[in-house]
């Protein structure tokens, strides 16, 4: 019933029909599908192993909601995560905009979100390079700015998204690596201290 | 046995009675100054006592603990394997004939005769004995007694209810206080269901932590630990409370860890266990507390989704086709188990019932679109099933699991998910205007005065599988709008007629009076009128010219 232990939340956030679930679809079941889905019952919220050296961990992938009337609750969905992927839909510039607003937010309330900007839809591109409607270096120049990870995908293909996922679980296990370092350092062991419940005594 | 059990204590204690018994034995018993006690330790070895730990001075404290809580171990094993055997046995005797929780009404009697005859000879026991050689005698008795333990069931009661007077709180078994308490409260049926829930539930804790066998001990010794603590700190916030059962989480989770190299699966079943039991215990005093404004949102949000019942799957963008049976049913289906949710005692039963309920709204998405369902599909079709079902004390729920849930469940895995998804439904729900419907604002207000409802414009166009019952009363409703309509057309038209008919009188009145004003009707007197033209026109050079006399004598 509760499903596997997870490490970290990864949460997904983007415009309505910016292609989140197909991208979720394709990471965890190697496909793209056009008409009728067979075996899944839902794409909303996914746990995935993946293999970090000798290492493994479970990633949730949370997909949230991208239209714009539940967009005063999406602080609720982004609490806690470690890592967001914003997408964005290469061939719509609107999306693009919308993204920038969900980095905004998760700069100020989530501070220890690590943030990857993922461009859907790139095999349209391929089709035909006139539909781009999102430059590719403004972006990059953004991504920068923000100090965030880019990537651009195609779900139909799978071009990048293996990737994408790859990155953000690496980068999960090395800060966090990170921060029981920092910890550590400290000396003092606070389990011990922090528990009221056994009672200590001068007299041995 | 415990029902007798129950039965004797909620008469002779609401707990605070018995402590103020027990405080009045103890200090006739010691005889020591109440004023010094609080300053020396009881056990009057010389040393300076602490209130923090019952008056002793620290080494007493901790012999005196120590031992009262060996004790108290022992006894919990041995009162939840007694229990145990006679659930079994009750069981069997009942279930064989009945269902688990209905004994038949003459089994039923039978027990409650029992009850009485077995109180009353105890009570009698009791009240003989501490008049005959007073509280110190008892205290004897219960030393003695306590050879018995197990062997005399008699004495084992009284020993109990002994124990609740003469032991200082800290020393009592948990579970006794949850019976206690469970006397205490209104409705018997109901606390009969609970603590025999309570009951069941710690069983299968024992039974659990069996299976850990050192760790599991050391487990079970910081449950009992922990709920004495919280007993402790009933007059705490909320807030408070549920920092100290999240610290407690963290704690024995990471003891377990580290101590005991329990591996992480075996970790998270264990805290699932704690969880379990300690929540199962903790419930009546930490849901929905009176110090909190909790049942204030739930009244605000229950009465919110009432004015909400005429919002359509339409306008909130649910794919979802009641039309279909099989939909259909799943609705109702998830509509169940989120309104199932509030009869569950333990966080972690209530977010299962969030997830059946969200795997349910998956189906009826997957049926209704033949695709698997993203968030953008999801979030709406719950927030449909929260507005259909409007569950029970919902703000209350949420709360309660955000407080008491193991954090690591809620945070991250799929039962968080769906948890965060529920909170922001309720979110919508209560934020939600005429805009995220995508209605004018005009149509929301009324639609929210309760002047119209969306649903009548489309009875024409249902599809034609609709239950014909259904029609024919929405059919009605239309028939009975129109004609009250009509009616109304007819008393403001009457309204109309008589304002009309009074106007028309007032109207009339008016003029008649204007005329009767403009001339008035003077009626001099006969005699005088007759007189004046007889007499000799004294006044005559006042009249006015065509009035003179001249003209007549011409």
């Keep these: 019933m509760s499903g596997p232990r997870v490490d970290a939340k990864v949460v997904l956030l983007g415009k309505e029909y910016v292609g989140k679930t197909s991208l979720v679809e394709r990471y965890v079941h190697q496909r793209f599908l056009v008409g009728p889905y067979q075996n899944t019952i839902g794409a909303a919220f996914v746990a995935k192993v993946i293999a970090v050296g000798d290492r493994a961990v479970t990633l949730g992938i949370w997909d949230t909601a991208g239209s714009e009337r539940y967009e005063a609750m999406s602080r609720i969905y982004y609490r806690g995560a470690r890592a967001a992927i914003v997408c964005y839909d290469l061939t719509d510039g609107s999306s693009f905009e919308r993204a920038k607003f969900w980095v905004n937010e998760l700069q100020t309330f989530e501070e220890n979100c690590r943030i990857y900007l993922c461009g859907t839809k790139s095999d349209l591109l391929e089709e035909d390079r006139r539909r781009r409607g999102v430059d590719f270096h403004d972006v990059q120049d953004y991504a920068d700015e923000i100090k965030a990870e880019l990537f651009e995908t195609s779900s139909k293909t799978g071009q990048s998204v293996d990737e994408l996922f790859q990155k953000v679980a690496e980068d999960y296990v090395r800060f966090t690596a990170f921060q029981l370092m920092t910890e550590e350092k400290g000396g003092i062991d606070l389990s011990q201290k922090s528990s009221p419940y056994f009672y200590s005594c001068c007299h041995h | ?554």
């Design chain 2, 1 to 554: 046995m415990y029902f007798y059990l129950k039965h004797v204590k909620g008469d002779l204690s609401a707990p605070r009675r018995s402590r103020r018994k027990k405080m009045s034995l103890k200090s006739e018993r010691r005889g020591i100054h109440v004023d010094q006690s609080e300053l020396l330790c009881k056990k009057g070895c010389g040393y300076y006592g602490n209130p923090a730990w019952q008056g002793f001075c620290s080494k007493c404290w901790r012999e005196e603990y120590h031992k009262a809580r060996q004790k108290q171990i022992q006894e919990d094993w041995e009162l939840a394997e007694r229990l145990q055997r006679e659930e079994e046995e009750a069981f069997a005797s009942s279930h064989s004939t009945q269902g688990a929780q209905s004994l038949t009404f003459s089994k039923f009697e039978e027990k409650k005769t029992n009850e009485k005859t077995r109180k009353v000879t105890t009570v009698k026991k009791f009240f003989s004995a501490s008049s005959r050689t007073g509280a110190k005698k008892v205290a004897q008795e219960k030393n003695l007694k306590q050879g018995q333990l197990g062997r005399e069931r008699n004495a084992d009661n009284i020993l109990r209810d002994l124990k609740e007077i003469f032991t200082p709180s800290w020393e009592l078994a948990s579970p006794t206080e949850a019976e206690i308490q469970e006397a205490k409260a209104p409705s018997p049926s109901i606390n009969r269901q609970a603590s025999i829930e309570t009951d069941r539930v710690s069983k299968e804790f024992i039974e659990f932590l069996k299976t850990y066998h050192k760790p599991g001990q050391d487990i079970y010794k910081q449950c009992k630990m922990f709920l004495e603590a919280m007993h402790h700190k009933r007059e705490l916030s909320i807030e408070e409370q549920s920092e100290c059962a999240q610290d407690f989480y963290q704690n024995v989770a990471e003891k377990l860890q580290t101590r005991w190299k329990v591996s992480p699966e075996r970790v998270e079943k264990a805290m699932d266990q704690i969880e379990k039991y300690i929540m199962t215990r903790l419930y009546k005093y930490v849901f929905c507390p009176e110090t909190t404004d909790d049942e204030k949102k739930d009244l605000v949000v229950q009465k919110r989704i009432r004015a909400l019942h005429w919002v359509t799957p339409q306008m909130l963008c649910v794919p979802v086709n009641e039309d279909i049976p099989e939909v259909s049913d799943m609705v109702v289906k998830a509509i169940t188990d989120i309104i199932e949710m509030d009869s569950k005692r333990v966080p972690r039963d209530k977010l299962a019932c969030i997830t059946k309920c969200s795997k349910h709204i998956f189906n009826a998405i997957k049926i209704t679109k033949n695709e698997p369902a993203s968030a953008d599909d999801f979030l709406p079709t719950l927030i449909y099933i929260v507005l259909k079902g409007n569950p029970p004390r919902l703000q209350s729920n949420i709360q309660y699991i955000t407080r008491f849930c193991n954090p690591s469940r809620l945070m991250t895995g799929e039962d968080g998910y769906y948890f965060t998804n529920l909170c922001c439904a309720v979110a919508f729900i209560e934020k939600l205007d005429a805009q995220s419907l995508n209605l004018s604002q005009e149509d929301f207000d009324r639609y929210m005065s309760g002047q119209t409802s969306p649903k009548k414009q489309e009875s024409e166009n249902w599809s034609p599988d609709v239950c014909l019952g259904v029609k024919q009363m929405y059919k009605n409703l239309d028939l009975l709008s129109q004609l009250n309509e009509r009616q109304e057309r007819i008393v403001s038209e009457a309204k109309k007629l008589e304002r009309d008919l009074i106007d028309w009188t007032d109207g009339i009145t008016k003029e008649v009076q204007d005329i009767v004003e403009k001339y008035p009707l003077e009626i001099k007197p006969k005699n005088q009128a007759l007189a004046a033209i007889d007499s000799e026109n004294v006044e005559n050079d006042k009249l006015p010219p065509p009035l003179q006399p001249q003209v007549y004598a011409g």
